[in-house]
């Protein structure tokens, strides 16, 4: 898709990228270092998207600007949230709120856009280097493109996180990391892996040492298994991103003769004696790609988990279920209905492990969602067939 706008009395375009799905922008402003806070928030809100060609420092301090406005609401919003609450009168409603409400907000911070040239360059005063980040978000680029500020800087923070890695655990005085890729979900919840490694493993391992990672992502679940002495792991995932991500984890820790990647839906071919799944634990609607890993509509994913394990098992054989009840507190699902959709896949709860969460979210009472947040927990279901 192409962005449009006139510039100097020309009319300009470039290829337009948005990872929230978000069509270009139809009314745009040249916008530069004269451009006040205020006025830049007031076209924002009427839906006018600012090109920005003043100084690039200048441009981050007026995204830090606007932010503060955003979430600073008037006395007409707040009398207007006050109500808005009154009305919520479930946590269901609360969670639709919030997301309404975080909608928005991403929809005013992205009106201030950045024009990137084709060797991912940034033709602004005092811009930094980021055409290595762009490049591994992007990829080679044919001509220049717009992005805005805020995605910007999302691919600047992916970048130094795939730099440094993500800390997951110590073996041998060494530290294991895991180095996430911009548009892979970074592995920052770390009860999870906590429960990955304290699980029992199936006596199934014993016969035949295998086990399949559905939905790899990082291959964080993959490199955990394979510290844990299991021989041979296929991980599956349909995200490019995500396979890509996944083979430089395992080629950075020397693992690629225990663990192969497959492009595809679910399940590779064959059976295995473990098969684990963490799957998006919220049954909504994503607004862009990188929530993909976050929200699953109707619960699909953790349905054709559930639906296909039974003929992915050996003998003896357990699926690894690790879901946290969020969900469950926000009102998107009930304990019943994730009860009955195992056991109508065939499937008998032989164990459960849980543990609660310990992320910086769940002590933050201004969070909208903080009352679910501190009564979540994580769970790893151990599954069998009935």
């Not at 040492?209 to 298994?225: C, E, K, M, R």
């Not at 607004?287 to 039974?310: I, N, T």
């Amino acid at each position: 898709m192409m962005i449009n706008w006139d510039e100097a009395g020309q009319t300009c375009s470039a290829k337009w990228h948005s990872e929230n799905g978000i069509a270009p922008h139809k009314k745009i402003q040249i916008g530069d270092d004269t451009l006040t806070a205020d006025l830049a928030y007031r076209m924002a809100c009427e839906g006018t998207a600012i090109l920005y060609r003043g100084d690039f420092q200048n441009a981050r301090q007026l995204l830090q600007a606007l932010v503060r406005r955003v979430d600073k609401p008037s006395k007409k919003s707040s009398r207007a949230d006050k109500v808005a609450k009154e009305k919520a009168k479930s946590p269901l409603d609360t969670f639709n709120l919030h997301r309404l409400s975080q909608s928005q907000r991403a929809r005013i911070l992205g009106m201030l856009l950045i024009q990137v040239n084709a060797d991912h360059t940034i033709s602004l005063r005092r811009a930094p280097d980021v055409a290595q980040a762009c490049f591994e978000a992007y990829g080679q680029q044919t001509g220049s493109y717009v992005i805005s500020l805020r995605e910007l800087l999302g691919v600047i923070s992916a970048h130094e996180w795939r730099k440094k890695g993500v800390p997951i655990l110590a073996r041998d005085d060494e530290e294991i990391r895991i180095h996430p890729h911009y548009g892979v979900f970074s592995p920052i919840r770390g009860e999870y892996i906590e429960l990955v490694l304290k699980a029992p493993l199936p006596n199934a391992l014993k016969q035949s040492s295998t086990a399949f990672d559905i939905g790899v992502g990082t291959g964080i679940l993959s490199v955990i298994l394979a510290i844990r002495d299991v021989k041979q792991i296929i991980g599956t995932d349909q995200d490019d991103r995500a396979i890509a991500c996944a083979q430089d984890n395992i080629a950075r820790l020397h693992l690629e003769s225990q663990i192969e990647i497959q492009k595809t839906d679910l399940f590779p071919q064959g059976k295995a004696a473990l098969v684990v799944c963490n799957p998006p634990w919220l049954p909504a609607r994503p607004s862009s790609s990188l929530e993909h890993a976050v929200y699953d509509p109707d619960s699909q994913m953790l349905k054709g988990f559930l639906g296909q394990l039974k003929d992915h098992l050996l003998p003896n054989g357990e699926g690894w279920l690790i879901l946290s009840d969020l969900a469950e507190h926000l009102g998107l699902r009930t304990r019943a209905q994730l009860l009955s959709w195992i056991g109508d896949a065939g499937l008998k709860v032989i164990a459960r492990l849980d543990t609660k969460p310990h992320h910086p979210k769940t002590l933050d009472k201004t969070d909208a969602l903080h009352m679910a947040r501190a009564a979540e927990l994580t769970s790893l279901w151990r599954l069998a067939r009935l």
